[in-house]
C-alpha cells in the first residue's frame, strides 16, 4: 500500500516525465546536412578536425592577424592559406546553408558575424 | 587512508576503461548506446522504486521539525517558515529548504576555550559550498538539453546567456582555449566541489563521519566535470556527431556506426555510472527531501489529529482497576469513589 | 558531590587540556573498530528482572553492563532484524533517516554530549551510523553485496553494546535536527534503537522503573494516591505561612471544569515543589474551577524513552481520567517530555477526545483553538492569555532578589515550538531577567544533559560532561549579568539543573516559571509578602 499517494504518485509521475522528455519529445531526428562547396575539395584543415576545431582556429587565426599582422596559414599538409574569415572560408562556404545549419541544430552562437559582414547581405 | 584513496583508484580506472574501450577495443556501441541505455532505465526504475519504498511506510506520528514558535496564541507572532500551521508555511519552508539549503544557513561552529568555555561563530561555508555546487550541476545538466533535445527548448540559450555573460576567453600560445567562452558553471562547480572534498578530508569531524561512499561521488562528479571541460576547452570533440549519437538513442533507433573522440565517452561512461549508482545510494537524498516527514509536515498536531494506520490497541490500567487497589487508602484521606 | 564524576575542577582540568571539541583527532581509527567502554559514571544500572517483566518486555534477567556477558538471547540477531523490519514498514521517517543522510557534518558539534565528551561516537550523524550500518548490511542490496565499502557491519554483541551506550547516551532533544537539511531527527532513531534493543532485554532501570511505578500508581514515584493528597495539602500549609491566603484544591472531583495534570516532580522534589505551590495561588487568584487526580497524577511518560506502546498506555490514563470526571478539557503544567507526548503523540494514539470540548479560558473567554483537537493547553499559554487580559494583578518587584535567565527546554521549544509565551510571563513577573547568548536558546537551545531518563546517580559522570554546553552558558551571563537564577519550565530540567549549577556554577539556583509567578501574584486577603514561596526574604526596598 502506498501512503499519501494523491500527493506522491501526481509528483513522482511529473518527475519521471519530465526526466524522460528527451525520449517522447517526437521529432523526425533531422541530422544537418552541411552544403558541401564546389570550388575546393579539401578544406584548410582535415574535415574531421575542422568539425571539431574550427572554432578554435579562427580565433586564433584573428589573434595573429590583429596583433601579429601574420596573414599566412601553412596547414598540417604544407598548403598556404589567407587567414581570413571572409577571404578564405568565405570563399567557399556560405553561412546560411553551411555554417547556420550545425550552429542551429546544437544552438551554438555564431560569433564570427558579430564583427564581420556577412557577405550575402545585400545592402539597401 | 583507504577510504580516500580506493574511491579515487576507482573513478580513475573507470576513465581508464572507458578511453581503451573506445580507444583501444573499438567498443563504441557498449559505452556510447549500451550502458547509457542500461544506466539511464536504473536510474528511472531505481529512483521510482526508492520513493515507491518510503511510500509504502506510512508516516504514524506528526513530527515536524519544530524550529521556532509555533501557532498559539493569536497575539503572539508565529513562525510559519521555521514552525508552519499549516500547508502554506510547508510548502514555503519546502521551497526554501529545497532550493536554498536554508537550515544549512543557520550553521555553526563550536570549539572550546581555556575556561573551559564554548563559544560557537557562524559558519556558512557548507551553505555557500553546497548551494554553489547544487545550482551549477542543475545549470550544466539543463544547458545539456542542446544535446538531449532535437528542438533545442527555450531556456537553453538563455542559461547559456547568463552562464556565459562575461564572455571570459583567453588566448595562449600552445593551446588556444579561446572559444568557446567560459561558462562560469564549470568554474564554480570545480571550485565547490574542490572546497567540499577538502572539507571531508580536512576538518577532522567530517573526516571522521565520512566514508568510502561519500568520496565516490565527489570523485565521479569530479570526472564528470573535468571531462566536460576538458571536450569543451581543450580536447575538442564533433559536438553534431555526439548529438547525433543522442538523438539517435532517445528516438530508439541507436545509430551504431558513429564513433565521438574518446573523452566523449569517458564523460558519458562516468555519468552512466553515476545514474547507475544514484538509486543505491545517499544520492536519492535529492528524492528523500521531499519525502522527508519532519520537513513535509505541519506543526499544528493539538489543532489537527493526526491518523496512525495501526495504531496498536493497548490494554491500560483502568481507573477501576486502580480504585480496586486503593480503595481502603482513598476512603481514608476522603478521596471519592466509583463504589463504596 | 557523587563519587560516579570527578570533582568539577578535576573535569574542568581535563577539558581545558583536551579542547573536546578536537579531540576527534585522536581517533584517526575506523570508528568500526573501536569498541565501547564502559567505565563507572557512563552507563546505567539495569532495571530488576521484576520490572521488566511487569512492563511486559522481553527477556527479564538479572545483568548489569560492565559484566562481559549480556545473557542475550541465542536469537538476538534474528530479533533485531526482525524488529528492525518492522519498524521500516511501520515508520517512513525511520526509514528515510537510514537512507538519506549524506554525512555532510551539519550536525556534528551540536550536540551537547559530544560538545562534553569529545566522543566522536557522539556526534549526532555518528549516532545513528552506529544503526545505519547494521541497517546497510540487512536490508540494501549494495551493502549485501560490498559489505564495508558502503559501511556496512553485521551485528555482534559488541555492536548491541555500541548502541546500549550511544543510544543511552542521547537525549532526544532534537537540537541536531534544527540544522539537518533534510531534517533527519536523531532522536526518532534513537527512540527506535530503544525499542530495539527492548526485544533483547537492553534497557535501564532509571527509565523501566518509573514507567512500571506510573502503570501501577499513576506517578513515577510510586506514590499511592492519600499520600499524593497528603503531600499537595502540606503544600496549601506553606503556601498559607508564606502568603497567608488558603487555597483549595480538589482531588478525583467530578464536575469540575478543567483537569490539572503536572508531573509528579512537581509535587515532590525541589524546587520543584515551589512551582505546584505557583500554581495553586494562580488558580486560587482567578477562580479556577479545576481538580486534581490521583489516578493521572504524573504528567511526565516516561513511555516516550521507552517505545511507543508503554508511551500510549501510560499517556492514556489522561483522556480515561477526564472523560470519568466529566470536565470540559486539561490543563497541563510546567513539563518538557509530557508536552512532547501531549503535543506529538497524545491525540494520534488515544484520540479522538470527543467527550471533551475546545478549550475556553473561563477567565477571559479566549478559545484555545490551537488546541480544539487534542483539548489540551498549556499552563504557559494558559497565563500568558490571563496577563494579556489583565486577570493577574501582579507585583514584578517580588522577585528582584533574583536577577534571571530562562533556559528554554528542548521538548518545549524544538518538540511544540513554544518560545514567546514563558518570556512573555517572566517579562510580566521579574525586573531582572537576561537571555543567554543566542546560539543557546530558543530553538537552539542545550539540553540539561540529563533528559529522557538519563537522570540518574550512576550517570553522574555523563550527566555533567552533557550539562556543560547549557552551564557554560549560563556562567556567561552569571558572570555579565550577575545571573543567579536559571528558570525553566521542564520538571527534569528543575532537578537536574539543579545538580548541573551546583556542580558547575554554585551560587545559581533553578526554579519553574510559575514560582516566579506565585511571588508575583497579588493575592486578595493577603498578609505582608516578606518571604518569596522559598521562604527566603525578599529584601524590599528600604528607601522609606
Given at each position: 500500500m502506498i501512503y499519501n499517494a494523491k500527493v506522491v504518485l501526481p509528483i513522482l509521475i511529473l518527475f519521471v516525465v519530465v526526466l524522460t522528455y528527451p525520449f517522447w519529445q517526437g521529432g523526425t531526428e533531422q541530422r544537418p546536412e552541411p552544403q558541401k562547396p564546389a570550388k575546393a575539395a579539401q578544406c584548410v584543415e582535415d574535415a574531421a578536425w575542422m568539425r571539431a576545431n574550427h572554432m578554435q582556429l579562427l580565433d586564433r587565426w584573428r589573434h595573429e592577424v590583429v596583433r601579429k599582422q601574420e596573414r599566412s596559414y601553412t596547414s598540417t599538409r604544407g598548403q598556404v592559406f589567407e587567414k581570413s574569415l571572409v577571404n578564405t572560408c568565405l570563399d567557399c562556404h556560405q553561412k546560411s546553408d553551411f555554417c547556420d545549419k550545425c550552429h542551429a541544430y546544437a544552438s551554438v552562437k555564431l560569433v564570427c558575424f558579430n564583427c564581420h559582414l556577412n557577405p550575402e547581405l545585400v545592402e539597401p | 587512508m583507504k577510504k580516500i584513496i580506493t574511491p579515487f583508484v576507482l573513478v580513475v580506472l573507470l576513465g581508464l576503461i572507458a578511453w581503451f574501450g573506445t580507444a583501444g577495443l573499438g567498443l563504441y556501441t557498449l559505452f556510447g548506446v549500451v550502458l547509457p541505455y542500461g544506466a539511464f532505465a536504473t536510474f528511472i526504475v531505481g529512483f521510482t522504486f526508492k520513493i515507491l519504498s518510503w511510500a509504502?511506510?506510512?508516516?504514524p506520528f506528526r513530527i515536524p521539525t519544530t524550529a521556532g514558535q509555533a501557532k498559539?496564541?493569536?497575539w503572539i507572532k508565529p513562525n510559519e517558515l521555521e514552525s508552519p500551521s499549516g500547508a502554506p508555511g510547508v510548502l514555503a519552508r519546502m521551497f526554501l529548504e529545497v532550493f536554498f539549503f536554508r537550515s544549512l544557513l543557520r550553521n555553526s561552529r563550536a570549539s572550546m576555550v581555556k575556561g573551559p568555555r564554548l563559544v560557537y561563530v557562524s559558519d556558512k561555508s557548507l551553505w555557500l559550498a553546497g548551494l554553489v555546487f547544487h545550482w551549477s550541476f542543475l545549470i550544466i545538466f539543463l544547458r545539456h538539453y542542446r544535446i538531449f533535445a532535437e528542438q533545442v527548448p527555450f531556456f537553453v540559450p538563455l542559461l547559456e546567456a547568463v552562464d556565459g555573460f562575461f564572455e571570459i576567453v583567453w588566448y595562449n600560445e600552445i593551446h588556444a582555449v579561446t572559444l568557446p567562452g567560459l561558462y562560469l558553471t564549470d568554474a564554480l562547480i570545480l571550485v565547490a566541489l574542490t572546497f567540499l572534498f577538502l572539507r571531508r578530508v580536512l576538518d577532522t569531524k567530517v573526516r571522521f563521519i565520512s566514508l568510502l561512499q561519500d568520496y565516490f561521488p565527489l570523485y565521479l562528479i569530479l570526472g564528470i566535470v573535468i571531462t566536460g571541460s576538458l571536450m569543451r576547452y581543450n580536447l575538442k570533440v564533433d559536438v553534431i556527431a555526439a548529438k547525433n549519437l543522442v538523438q539517435s538513442l532517445v528516438h530508439f533507433h541507436p545509430d551504431t556506426s558513429i564513433q565521438v573522440g574518446s573523452i566523449f565517452y569517458v564523460h558519458l561512461f562516468f555519468v552512466s555510472t553515476l545514474a547507475f549508482y544514484f538509486p543505491f545510494s545517499k544520492l536519492m537524498h535529492a528524492g528523500g527531501v521531499f519525502m522527508s516527514p519532519t520537513r513535509n509536515l505541519a506543526n499544528n498536531s493539538r489543532a489537527k489529529r493526526h491518523i496512525n494506520p495501526w495504531n496498536p490497541t493497548i490494554k491500560i490500567r483502568t481507573y477501576a482497576e486502580y480504585e480496586e487497589d486503593y480503595r481502603d487508602k482513598m476512603k481514608a484521606v476522603g478521596l471519592p469513589l466509583e463504589k463504596e | 558531590m557523587s563519587k560516579f564524576a570527578p570533582k568539577p575542577a578535576e573535569m574542568a582540568a581535563q577539558m581545558n587540556q583536551d579542547y573536546l571539541v578536537e579531540k576527534v583527532k585522536a581517533h584517526e581509527s575506523d570508528w568500526m573498530e573501536t569498541p565501547p567502554e564502559f567505565r563507572p559514571g557512563n552507563w546505567c544500572y539495569a532495571p530488576a528482572p521484576e520490572v521488566v517483566e511487569s512492563l511486559g518486555l522481553d527477556n527479564p534477567r538479572k545483568w548489569s553492563p560492565d559484566e562481559e556477558d549480556w545473557k542475550l538471547p541465542a536469537d538476538y540477531k534474528a530479533r533485531i532484524h526482525q524488529g528492525m523490519k518492522e519498524r521500516l514498514d511501520k515508520n517512513r521517517a525511520f526509514k528515510l533517516f537510514m537512507d538519506v543522510c549524506v554525512r555532510c557534518g551539519a550536525c556534528a558539534d551540536k550536540c551537547h554530549f559530544f560538545l562534553g565528551t569529545g566522543d566522536p561516537k557522539n556526534m549526532p550523524v555518528m549516532r545513528a551510523e552506529l544503526m545505519r550500518s547494521v541497517y546497510r548490511n540487512d536490508f540494501t542490496m549494495a551493502g549485501k553485496i560490498l559489505k564495508d565499502w558502503v559501511g556496512a557491519r553485521k551485528l555482534t554483541p559488541e555492536v548491541v553494546k555500541e548502541w546500549f551506550m550511544y543510544f543511552y547516551q542521547c537525549t532526544e532533544c532534537r537540537r541536531c535536527s534544527v540544522f539537518c537539511p533534510y531534517g533527519i531527527d536523531t532522536a526518532e532513531i534513537t527512540l527506535m534503537a530503544r525499542e530495539l534493543l527492548h526485544l533483547l532485554g537492553v534497557n535501564i532501570n532509571w527509565i523501566l522503573k518509573p514507567a512500571s511505578d506510573c502503570n501501577r500508581t499513576g506517578n513515577h514515584l510510586g506514590i499511592e494516591p492519600h499520600t499524593f493528597t497528603q503531600v499537595v495539602e502540606s503544600l496549601v500549609d506553606d503556601i498559607e505561612d508564606v502568603t497567608g491566603v488558603s487555597v483549595n484544591p480538589t482531588f478525583n472531583r467530578k464536575g469540575a471544569e478543567v483537569l490539572f495534570i503536572t508531573p509528579s516532580g512537581d509535587a515532590f522534589a525541589e524546587p520543584g515543589l515551589y512551582t505546584m505551590m505557583g500554581y495553586m495561588l494562580l488558580f486560587e487568584h482567578v477562580g479556577l474551577d479545576y481538580t486534581f487526580s490521583t489516578y493521572a497524577s504524573e504528567g511526565g511518560n516516561f513511555g516516550l524513552f521507552t517505545g511507543n506502546e508503554v508511551m500510549k498506555k501510560l499517556n492514556a490514563k489522561m483522556y480515561h481520567e477526564a472523560q470519568r470526571l466529566g470536565v470540559k478539557w486539561i490543563l497541563g503544567g510546567e513539563c518538557g517530555h509530557m508536552w512532547r507526548v501531549v503535543h506529538q503523540y497524545m491525540d494520534t494514539m488515544n484520540g479522538p477526545a470527543d467527550f471533551l470540548e475546545t478549550p475556553i479560558n473561563p477567565i477571559t473567554g479566549t478559545v484555545f483553538d490551537f488546541a480544539k483537537s487534542t483539548k489540551m493547553v498549556h499552563i504557559a499559554e494558559f497565563t500568558a492569555d490571563l496577563i494579556r487580559n489583565n486577570k493577574l494583578k501582579l507585583d514584578p518587584k517580588r522577585n528582584d532578589h533574583r536577577v534571571l535567565t530562562f533556559h528554554d527546554s528542548c521538548n518545549t521549544s524544538r518538540g511544540m515550538g513554544m518560545i514567546e509565551e514563558p518570556r512573555y510571563i517572566l517579562h510580566k513577573v521579574a525586573n531582572k531577567f537576561y537571555e543567554m547568548p543566542e546560539k543557546t536558546i530558543r530553538e537552539q537551545t542545550f539540553c540539561c544533559g540529563s533528559g529522557s531518563g538519563l537522570n540518574t546517580e550512576e550517570y553522574m559522570d555523563i550527566r555533567m560532561r552533557g550539562a556543560f554546553p547549557r552551564a557554560s552558558a549560563v556562567k556567561h551571563v552569571a558572570e555579565r549579568n550577575g545571573v543567579n537564577l536559571l528558570t525553566a519550565i521542564c520538571a527534569i530540567d528543575r532537578v537536574t539543573l539543579t545538580a548541573a549549577m551546583r556542580y558547575w556554577n554554585p551560587g545559581v539556583e533553578v526554579s519553574g516559571l510559575h514560582e516566579l509567578v506565585g511571588n508575583a501574584l497579588i493575592m486578595e486577603g493577603e498578609k505582608e509578602r516578606d518571604i518569596d514561596l522559598r521562604e527566603d526574604d525578599l529584601e524590599l526596598e528600604e528607601e522609606e
Open positions: - | 509504502k511506510s506510512p508516516v498559539s496564541l493569536t | -
